[in-house]
Nanobody, 125 residues
Framework: QVQLVESGGGLVQAGGSLRLSCAAS????????MAWFRQAPGKERECVAA????????YYADSVKGRFTISRDNAKNTVYLQMNSLKPEDTAVYYC??????????????????WGQGTQVTVSS
């Protein structure tokens, strides 16, 4: 089992920044990739960013390119999401997820094996 704990969410004004963290514990050996998804009320869960733990390949949704940066600290089993120039449409619950299967389809939620409980991000206009 793997446990994922997100932190860093909150309320911020448009144009502001937040940094989310996701700490993984448990049987983390063999993790292939980690990702951040978000889900707004009435909308489907979408992948905003993903990172492969070896090699550092990254994926970003078009809506966040140039504003969000995903990074990881393998020694700490932690992945981060730096969010800059936040917009009201970024408001959502943000979830961390891990993949052990070796997927190349980083944006597909069904490829991920474990999920965190989510952290709320609210951007006011």
């Amino acid at each position: 089992q793997v446990q994922l704990v997100e932190s860093g969410g909150g309320l911020v004004q448009a144009g502001g920044s937040l940094r989310l963290s996701c700490a993984a514990s448990g049987r983390t050996f063999g993790t292939h990739a980690m990702a951040w998804f978000r889900q707004a009320p009435g909308k489907e869960r979408e992948c905003v960013a993903a990172i492969r733990l070896t090699g550092g390949y990254t994926y970003y949704a078009d809506s966040v390119k140039g504003r969000f940066t995903i990074s990881r600290d393998n020694a700490k089993n932690t992945v981060y999401l730096q969010m800059n120039s936040l917009k009201p449409e970024d408001t959502a619950v943000y979830y961390c997820a891990t993949d052990f299967s070796g997927t190349d389809s980083y944006s597909r939620s069904y490829e991920y094996d474990y999920w965190g409980q989510g952290t709320q991000v609210t951007v006011s206009s």
